[in-house]
């Protein structure tokens, strides 16, 4: 079950399987294409899981298992990755909450965000391995892309999983939130990031013209969003 919310120009995709530790099927990679289209036009995107064990603990193994020529795994692959990168393409930031552990296919689910706000007791691992395959969604080039090729190849390719800590510390986590603190501290980071402003950020950083970014940067200037903000600081103290 896939269950959505928007508020204040953030919308929040919650993957609510708690019976299967909110792993994904088939059915669920429709639920999550039609939350994204009904996510459009909000300014920010978070995605998260139910529950405090797993943020998306792989692809369902009860449901994939049905899947036995080469042409329904890479079927299922295309699918699945198609999904991850339409969140990676998505206008403003998206904000992936890790609440419990990301493992196998729910790595690569989390580096297809720009950002990944974690509890400090979970792990991640991109640990396909164990099960004698690869990422297949787009994860394993995210994953270079964030810590480099060489510690991808480890990563990847021995199945290692880390804890909160050391993703952190390698690039792969961006922010360590106590357990306590976790859900408010996620959430306000994702309201933070929910402007206008955050949004032509990620398009400049995601690799612009000098001239495109300047007239990004125009265009703001003339909102009336700039010109209430800038009254309120000039205003400051009268």
């Keep these: 079950m896939i269950e959505l919310e928007s508020a204040d120009g953030l919308a929040v995709i919650t993957i609510n399987r708690p019976q299967a530790r909110n792993a994904i099927g088939l059915d669920t990679m429709d639920e999550l294409e039609k939350a994204i289209d009904k996510a459009a036009g909000a300014r920010a995107l978070a995605l998260t899981g139910a529950g405090?064990?797993?943020?998306?603990?792989?692809?369902?193994?009860?449901?994939?298992?049905?899947?036995?020529?080469?042409?329904?795994?890479?079927?299922?692959?295309?699918?699945?990755?198609?999904?991850?990168?339409?969140?990676?393409?998505?206008?403003?930031?998206?904000?992936?909450?890790?609440?419990?552990?990301?493992?196998?296919?729910?790595?690569?689910?989390?580096?297809?965000?720009?950002?990944?706000?974690?509890?400090?007791?979970?792990?991640?691992?991109?640990?396909?391995?164990?099960?004698?395959?690869?990422?297949?969604?787009?994860?394993?080039?995210?994953?270079?892309?964030?810590?480099?090729?060489?510690?991808?190849?480890?990563?990847?390719?021995?199945?290692?999983?880390?804890?909160?800590?050391?993703?952190?510390?390698?690039?792969?986590?961006?922010?360590?939130?106590?357990?306590?603190?976790f859900d408010a501290g996620w959430r306000a980071a994702a309201r933070s990031l929910a402007t206008a402003p955050a949004g032509e950020v990620k398009r400049v950083i995601g690799g612009v013209t000098a001239e495109e970014a300047v007239s990004a940067f125009a265009r703001l200037w003339v909102a009336d969003e700039h010109w209430v903000a800038a009254d309120r600081v000039m205003n400051r103290g009268k």
Excluded: Y
């Design 52 to 181: 405090d064990r797993a943020f998306v603990s792989g692809g369902d193994l009860k449901e994939l298992a049905a899947l036995r020529t080469e042409e329904q795994a890479a079927t299922m692959a295309r699918r699945m990755r198609g999904i991850c990168d339409r969140l990676a393409a998505f206008p403003g930031p998206v904000i992936a909450a890790l609440n419990g552990h990301a493992l196998g296919g729910g790595a690569e689910v989390a580096v297809a965000a720009d950002i990944r706000i974690a509890a400090d007791d979970i792990k991640i691992g991109f640990n396909q391995v164990s099960l004698a395959i690869m990422p297949a969604w787009g994860g394993a080039e995210r994953l270079a892309r964030l810590v480099g090729p060489g510690r991808a190849l480890m990563l990847a390719g021995s199945g290692e999983v880390l804890d909160a800590a050391a993703a952190e510390r390698v690039g792969l986590l961006d922010r360590v939130l106590p357990r306590a603190e």
